[in-house]
């Protein structure tokens, strides 16, 4: 999958296919997939309890791209990001709330489960590496739990597993960050 993922990256570079926000980046993702994989289901804004799972349980409700085969054939999960509005801070930690939802989702069954984040501004990527800034553009790993950074930092995400953020051009000033979450 991290093969075709780069695949649909090139195409991004080479203008062969266009985004310009997180909607773009999800339905033009989407409709790469289904001509990769004909044979299974890509859904968007799939909830949780449609596999049968108890919302309750999740830190989030709705899986920004699901593939699937059957219910019972859970292939392939994906949350995407494309922050488009400044907050630094905020969308990081919103990163790391995406990478506990996946953890969750393939322990639940899905047998492979990616990030995405797409950037067109370099404070995402570049910059001092204090808090949760150094998971992003240092060589921190993403685990554990992490605070939320900014307000009343009453808010917290654990991460189970170690994961480390790794920027790659796409063109000009975009960058994408692809990890693979394990349960």
């Not at 919302?55 to 922050?83: H, Q, R």
């Given at each position: 999958?991290?093969?075709?993922?780069?695949?649909?990256?090139?195409?991004?570079?080479?203008?062969?296919?266009?985004?310009?926000?997180?909607?773009?980046?999800?339905?033009?993702?989407?409709?790469?997939?289904?001509?990769?994989?004909?044979?299974?289901?890509?859904?968007?804004?799939?909830?949780?309890?449609?596999?049968?799972?108890?919302?309750?349980?999740?830190?989030?409700?709705?899986?920004?791209?699901?593939?699937?085969?059957?219910?019972?054939?859970?292939?392939?999960?994906?949350?995407?990001?494309?922050?488009?509005?400044?907050?630094?801070?905020?969308?990081?930690?919103?990163?790391?709330?995406?990478?506990?939802?996946?953890?969750?989702?393939?322990?639940?069954?899905?047998?492979?489960?990616?990030?995405?984040?797409?950037?067109?501004?370099?404070?995402?990527y570049s910059?001092?590496?204090?808090?949760?800034?150094?998971?992003?553009?240092?060589?921190?790993?993403?685990?554990?739990?992490?605070?939320?950074?900014?307000?009343?930092?009453?808010?917290?995400?654990?991460?189970?597993?170690?994961?480390k953020a790794?920027?790659?051009?796409?063109?000009?000033?975009?960058?994408?960050?692809?990890?693979?979450?394990?349960?």
């Open positions: 999958m991290k093969r075709i993922i780069s695949q649909f990256f090139e195409l991004v570079a080479n203008q062969k296919i266009e985004i310009y926000n997180e909607f773009s980046l999800q339905h033009e993702l989407g409709i790469f997939l289904r001509g990769q994989f004909p044979d299974r289901k890509i859904q968007f804004e799939r909830n949780v309890s449609y596999f049968g799972f108890d919302k309750p349980k999740y830190e989030k409700k709705e899986i920004d791209l699901a593939m699937y085969t059957g219910k019972s054939e859970l292939n392939c999960v994906m949350e995407l990001k494309y922050p488009r509005n400044g907050q630094v801070p905020e969308s990081m930690f919103s990163f790391c709330k995406d990478i506990a939802f996946l953890e969750q989702l393939s322990k639940s069954g899905f047998k492979s489960a990616y990030f995405i984040a797409v950037a067109d501004d370099s404070l995402f910059g001092g590496a204090d808090g949760i800034y150094g998971l992003f553009r240092g060589e921190q790993s993403i685990t554990g739990t992490i605070l939320k950074p900014t307000g009343k930092k009453d808010k917290a995400v654990n991460i189970i597993g170690s994961y790794r920027w790659k051009k796409v063109i000009g000033k975009t960058k994408y960050c692809l990890i693979e979450v394990s349960s």
